[in-house]
């Protein structure tokens, strides 16, 4: 099966820097996503790390270590707006009778709240 | 605009009648997704459709139906053997070949 693991809360200030670190356990990993969930809203889409290393947009960064079965998201120059919960989401090769089906699962989430 | 749409965005219903939650989208994805969301518990798949006519129980399908009639909606049944169907209901979509998902703001179920 699939694990994964997060913090569950983050208190940061705004203007700082915020590291969210997310470990998993697989058996076909292929990928790890994160997405932002404000309070009652729908989860959006912000990065994806198939391949080691660092992916940038804008102030979100999201890093993956393959070998450490690991990855972290890194938000910069906090601004209030950002307090929301954080998802990191492993992809994950199923074999399926239709071909193999890549499935999603999420983690807990990562509840960050910026204060002034 | 594209977007995914689900409806309605709260639902009431009496223990032991089954509810069907709208999921329509027009961003001409291929596969669709119904999760329910917890607290504290993340997102959780109850199931999938990568093509038309075509679906595949997720991790906690007991007491859902689904159905994929047409490539744009994708309903999902909440029966009355569904022991705890309280819960936040959220739809997706994506190309098949696209690591990220478009969700829907979701249902807000609640069973009395």
């Known amino acids: 099966g699939q694990s994964l693991e997060q913090p569950s809360e983050v208190t940061a200030v705004e203007g700082a820097i915020v590291q969210i670190n997310c470990t998993y356990q697989t058996s076909g990993f292929y990928g790890l996503s994160w997405y932002q969930q404000h309070d009652g809203g729908a989860p959006t889409f912000l990065s994806y790390n198939g391949l080691d290393g660092l992916e940038e947009t804008g102030r979100f960064s999201s890093f993956l270590s393959r070998s450490d079965s690991y990855g972290y998201l890194l938000l910069q120059e906090l601004q209030m707006k950002d307090s929301a919960s954080y998802f990191c989401?492993?992809?994950?090769?199923?074999?399926?009778?239709?071909?193999?089906?890549?499935?999603?699962?999420f983690g807990i989430g990562t509840k960050l709240q910026v204060i002034p | 605009d594209g977007g995914i749409t689900q409806s309605p965005k709260y639902l009431f219903r009496k223990e032991g009648q089954n509810v069907t939650l709208s999921c329509e989208q027009n961003?001409?994805?291929?596969?669709m997704y119904w999760y329910r969301q917890d607290p504290g518990q993340g997102l959780r798949l109850i199931y999938y459709s990568q093509i038309v006519n075509d679906f595949q129980k997720g991790d906690i399908a007991e007491g859902y139906s689904v159905s994929r009639e047409k490539k744009e909606s994708f309903p999902l049944t909440v029966t009355s053997a569904q022991k705890n169907p309280t819960a936040f209901y959220l739809c997706a979509s994506s190309m098949l070949d696209n690591y990220g998902y478009t969700f829907g703001s979701g249902t807000r179920l609640t069973v009395v």
């Open positions: 989401a492993v992809r994950d090769l199923l074999a399926h009778n239709s071909g193999g089906y890549q499935k999603v699962t």
């Open positions: 961003l001409n994805h291929d596969a």
